[in-house]
């Protein structure tokens, strides 16, 4: 009975979550497609080594011949050919390579490994995790995407600099021209001739080798014109110049087109959740040094004995909304134990959502990697949800809907999530309330969320609050803990929170979401440190 009540608010929430826009690639699947990969080019090194093969058979029959023919090219055809046909070695070579090299010939020519490798390739191509059109789409969003939070100078992201992080990743001149490409499908014309112009210098650079600069110059004045017309336009609407993707000055009165140009940039914070949300994931700090000064860190042990031998470090991130991080509060070992459980279910959540999926308008379906644990699948779970319920004072256990089951969510790179509330029902109107299943109604709110970090995060990840003004940086065996409601019940509009695109790496988080209910009477004060 309890199961099922939990199950179904697994349900809802996934549906929740999927059409609120978690846009997201698993490292996992990344990780088992490029192995995909190895194992085909392999398959390609082979057919390459046996083509060569059979080809320098051939070679070497064309070349005996060549070679014992050299000396004796004349003019007149006829005379040649009675000299080939008066000498017994060439009448006996003759003989020898059409007798004996051409069988050879034959029996490569019949031999063919093409269609045992065609087979090979789409056996591959026929795995669910073979990539797709919206896959390769997906990409290229998240390289826009993570160009646009995290400011990215093109000329180091091609040469696989992500901010100050030198890689061995490079794009070529080709890669620049699709993306490029997608930016223009996209209406964002400055970013388009921005790509191009990189594409055009790194052609140089490739001698032609990948696309050939004049192809790119014309694209290249396709899209200034493009861009200039549509800039044209938007000024005589009057409309507001601060989206520089989509426009920088006018192109062509640039003297030349690899000159870059000045972007129009605004940067207006105050109101704007989205700009706010990419400045912290930057690492930029929006607090005021008044409210930094008051935040505090501090050991706490709520008086408990357990806690006594291992006090909690709680690092104060926020003040109003309140928003803390807990250091150290899983080990290395209940993180390799979280991931190894979540890791085989990960799959098994795409498919139940592909069911659910009729239902909903869900695009993507392989973005979602999410999995939900259940605290009996293993002892240690259990000890996490205890843990949890004395680091925070609330009661978390599932089997009695007091919170959900835990949810492990895995993102590679790209992988965000949009600002959005964990609050499912404040705000809703009842109708939609109506609409929802009444057993979740009954099991409240989500109070708090706690949400474990499994990892540390090369760059990116953070998780931002762009109306607390501050980001939390994940940090392995670490956990960020906020409450969703104010103390009156209300949906707080603060908390709007969101997971930064990971620019390198990958990241695991753990979330607990805390009901409402079963805290009713009893939300503690135990994290106020002046209490
Ligand atoms: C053909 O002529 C070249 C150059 O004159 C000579 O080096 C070569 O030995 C000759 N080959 C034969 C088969 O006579
Ligand atoms: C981008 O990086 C390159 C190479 O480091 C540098 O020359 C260029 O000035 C940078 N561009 C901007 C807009 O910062
Ligand atoms: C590349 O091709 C362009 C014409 O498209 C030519 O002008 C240029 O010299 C070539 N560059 C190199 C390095 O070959
Ligand atoms: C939750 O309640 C069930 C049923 O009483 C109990 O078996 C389980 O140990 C509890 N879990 C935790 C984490 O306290």
């Avoid at 057919?47 to 003019?75: F, H």
């Avoid at 191009?196 to 200034?224: C, F, K, P, W």
């Avoid at 030349?256 to 700009?275: F, G, H, T």
């Avoid at 540390?456 to 990840?461: A, C």
Wanted: net charge negative.
């Amino acid at each position: 009975m309890g199961d099922y009540a939990i199950r179904q608010i697994v349900y809802v929430t996934m549906l929740i979550i999927q059409v609120s826009g978690d846009m997201h690639s698993a490292s996992a699947d990344l990780a088992s497609i490029f192995q995909m990969e190895q194992q085909v080019n392999n398959v390609l090194s082979e057919l390459v080594s046996q083509t060569e093969t059979k080809l320098g058979i051939i070679r070497q029959y064309l070349k005996e011949y060549e070679q014992s023919v050299i000396n004796e090219t004349m003019d007149d055809k006829n005379e040649f050919m009675e000299r080939l046909a008066g000498n017994p070695i060439h009448a006996y070579r003759l003989m020898k390579r059409l007798y004996f090299d051409w069988q050879l010939i034959e029996k490569e020519i019949k031999t063919d490994n093409w269609q045992s490798t065609l087979i090979k390739l789409e056996e591959v191509r026929n795995n669910e995790k073979f990539p797709k059109e919206e896959d390769f789409l997906g990409a290229t969003s998240a390289l826009v995407r993570l160009q646009d939070t995290y400011e990215l100078n093109i000329t180091e992201l091609v040469r696989g600099n992500l901010r100050g992080r030198q890689t061995h990743a490079e794009l070529t001149a080709l890669d620049c021209l699709f993306m490029g490409k997608h930016a223009f499908d996209e209406g964002a014309y400055a970013r388009a001739v921005e790509w191009l112009e990189e594409s055009y210098i790194l052609a140089g650079l490739e001698n032609n080798q990948t696309i050939r600069q004049d192809h790119i110059m014309e694209v290249i004045q396709q899209a200034i014109d493009k861009h200039d017309e549509a800039l044209h336009e938007a000024q005589q609407r009057m409309a507001v110049l601060s989206d520089t993707k989509s426009f920088r000055l006018p192109l062509k009165e640039k003297p030349a087109v690899l000159q870059r140009n000045e972007m129009i940039r605004s940067r207006k914070y105050d109101k704007d959740d989205a700009a706010k949300f990419n400045a912290l994931c930057r690492g930029e700090s929006l607090l005021s040094e008044e409210i930094l000064g008051q935040l505090k860190c501090w050991y706490e042990t709520h008086k408990e004995p357990y806690l006594f031998l291992m006090p909690i470090k709680i690092e104060q991130n926020s003040i109003r909304p309140a928003i803390y991080t807990f250091h150290d509060v899983l080990n290395d070992l209940e993180i390799e134990t979280i991931k190894e459980l979540a890791t085989p279910l990960l799959a098994r959540a795409k498919v139940l959502a592909k069911q659910a999926g009729s239902k909903t308008t869900v695009s993507n379906v392989r973005t979602s990697k999410t999995a939900w644990l259940e605290d009996k699948l293993h002892p240690m779970l259990h000890r996490i949800s205890q843990r949890i319920a004395l680091v925070t004072g609330l009661k978390v256990n599932s089997s009695f809907d007091e919170a959900e089951i835990l949810q492990v969510a895995n993102y590679g790179i790209g992988g965000h999530y949009s600002p959005h509330h964990d609050y499912l029902m404040k705000g809703k109107t009842d109708e939609e309330l109506g609409k929802m299943n009444a057993r979740e109604l009954a099991t409240g709110d989500r109070i708090a969320t706690f949400m474990f970090y499994l990892n540390d995060v090369e760059r990116g990840g953070s998780t931002a609050f762009p109306r607390a003004g501050v980001a939390v940086k994940p940090v392995k065996g670490g956990a960020a803990f906020w409450y969703n409601l104010k103390r009156n019940g209300q949906g707080d509009p603060d908390t709007l929170h969101g997971a930064c695109p990971v620019l390198l790496g990958h990241k695991w988080v753990s979330n607990k979401w805390i009901r409402e209910t079963a805290q009713s009477f009893n939300r503690p004060c135990l994290l106020d440190p002046d209490e």
